[in-house]
């Protein structure tokens, strides 16, 4: 149906009543407080009618939302995701003290995480998978040509050994962290004097299975100071502090000859442990295992550490920071330290045990992270709250990635196949996309996967979201399908989850990483436990470059800083690749 012809001279009259009623009131207002002028000059009442348009204006147009932010996000469960069905309590530690109702949590902070791409201005990847949605490993754009890869330095790691478990090279997730520091900044770091007197230098901090953590050139590979020797195994990416303060937070993934395993907070300025906290924690339902590979966010509007442990406590710390760029001074001193702790309606010694391997991705003031007993849960940090939860069938260690498309908020997790729980020969794998508002399942695809003790299939990695070109599809490395030795990289449909392409190789831990042109053309690439690195184009899945790395494996995840490319293997070599 038509719409009618505006009546033109009647909205004009109104108009010119406002604009009258306007000019009445400056004038009354000036007898009122004894303003001698009693007429407008052109230049008032250009101001006047330049306000009233300013000010309709404003109203009748609201700021635009981010793209990558939802129009709006008031998460909640429906009957399918009320978190009682599998969690059947959680409680809250501050400061050692167990609160008789969580109700009676009072926080320190008001978290909320807005824009990802805000959460740090720091020139790096600070935290696994780059921000808190979990979206990318990359910073940067390539400029990219002859679409191959190419090695350009490599660097000998090492390994260790505890009891009867051996420990080699960089292993999952493995991800490298990297940070070009401010001149001002490396002048006061413990750097090799060629290294602080770069005008830039892109420093890449890699945390290995073998105790020690290295500091690289990205450009050279060569070391920029001492590798720091802690003693335990790192399996987790580790995080640095968004601020561009020198803050590495890492946590060890094993036990070792040094004592139980524990999270670290370390000085970058002189390579000190300033903290430690998580090892033997009294407050563990899980015992005395005190595992953490995920990879730590902080909120610098609170100065508050988030860090989720494979004991299944979440540490939400108060850290006291002083940094003083100029002096080169720092310091913590926590003085809150508070716990949430769980139990999974699953949840035993042998199966669904509690405990976080992933790392959470965050948005406003909620979390998301999936566990060891087969829940995926949404807490509100605020409140310490449960929102939500849903099932994921097994033993998770995928990190669910946030995704904001056509104004709402989704999540793309999925699981593995731990051999006993549900099958002793094969098992469903599914790949979900999530309503992050309210936890429902949108939709599922399924694979078939296999297992062995020990080296689980279906998919321990991060699935990568497209973004730019590849907007409409998600990567996700899915192990053991097929048979025990082989796996794909799965292209699928964002909207209805159907399989576009497959890549077929040996299988793959290792997280995909997308990569684009300025132009926002892109390329995948993902690397196998056949030690092989593969660039796929985004759309057609057709195979266009590989690189061999090494004989053994490849476990770890890839970091991107434009055009360069750092992985580690578990044939104790880290690799500095170009991107041409």
Known sequence: MDRKKPKWPYFLAIDVLLLCLALWLVYAGGLKTGNKKTAMSDEDLTEVISGQIQQETETAVPEAVPANIPDSFYPHSIDSTEPSRLIAYTEIIDND???????????????????????????????????PFRSSGTYGTADLKEYTI????????????????????????????????PKQVRAHMNMYDWAKQQEELVEVIYACMDGFVYFLDLETGEPTRDALYLG????????????????????????SNEG????????????????????????????????????????????????????????????????????????????????????????????YWLGMEDSAAVYDGYLFIADNGGNLMCLDLNTLKLVWVQDTLDDSNSTPVLSVEHGKLYLYVSTSFHLGWRSNTSATVPIWKIDAQTGEIVWQTDYECYSEEGVSGGVQSTIAPGKEELSDF???????????????????????????????????????????????????????????????????????????????????????????????????????????
Not at 99 to 123: C, H, M, Q, R
Not at 292 to 316: C, H, K, R
Not at 326 to 351: C, K, M, Q
């Open 97 to 131: 003290e167990v609160l008789a109702d969580i109700s009676d949590f009072k926080p320190w902070y008001d978290i909320s995480f807005g824009d990802p791409a805000e959460y740090t201005s720091v020139d790096g990847i600070v935290t696994f998978r780059g921000d």
């Open 150 to 181: 190419n090695g350009v330095w490599s660097q000998e790691t090492g390994g260790l050994t505890f009891g009867n478990a051996s420990w080699s090279g960089s292993g999952w997730t493995g991800q490298p962290l990297m940070e070009r520091w």
């Open 232 to 255: 335990w195994t790192f399996k987790g990416a580790g995080a640095l502090d968004p601020r561009g303060y020198p803050i590495l937070y890492l946590g060890a993934g094993y036990d």
């Open 260 to 351: 139980t395993s524990r999270a670290f907070i370390i000085n970058l300025l002189d390579c000190s442990v300033m903290y430690t906290f998580g090892n033997d924690d009294p407050w563990s339902l899980r015992g005395h295992l005190s595992f953490f590979d995920s990879s730590a966010l902080v909120d610098a509007s609170s100065d508050t550490l988030i860090y989720p442990g494979e004991n299944g406590l979440l540490y939400l710390i108060h850290l006291g920071t002083v940094y003083d760029a100029s002096a080169g001074t720092l310091s913590i001193e926590p003085d809150r330290f508070v716990r949430w702790r769980y139990n999974g309606v699953r949840s035993d010694a042998s199966s």
């Open 474 to 580: 998600i990567y996700v490395t899915v192990s053991r399908t097929g048979d025990m030795n082989s796996g794909v990289l799965t292209c699928l449909s964002k909207r209805t989850g159907q399989i576009m392409w497959e890549h077929s190789a040996v299988y793959a831990w290792s997280s995909p990483v997308c990569v684009y042109n300025e132009d926002g053309s892109g390329v995948v690439l993902y690397c196998t436990c056949g030690g092989r690195m593969y660039m796929l184009d985004g759309i057609t899945g057709e195979e266009i470059s590989t690189f061999d790395l090494s004989e053994g494996a490849i476990e770890a995840s890839p970091a991107v800083y434009k055009n360069r490319v750092v992985i580690g293997t578990r044939a104790c070599k880290i690799w500095g690749l170009e991107l041409k």
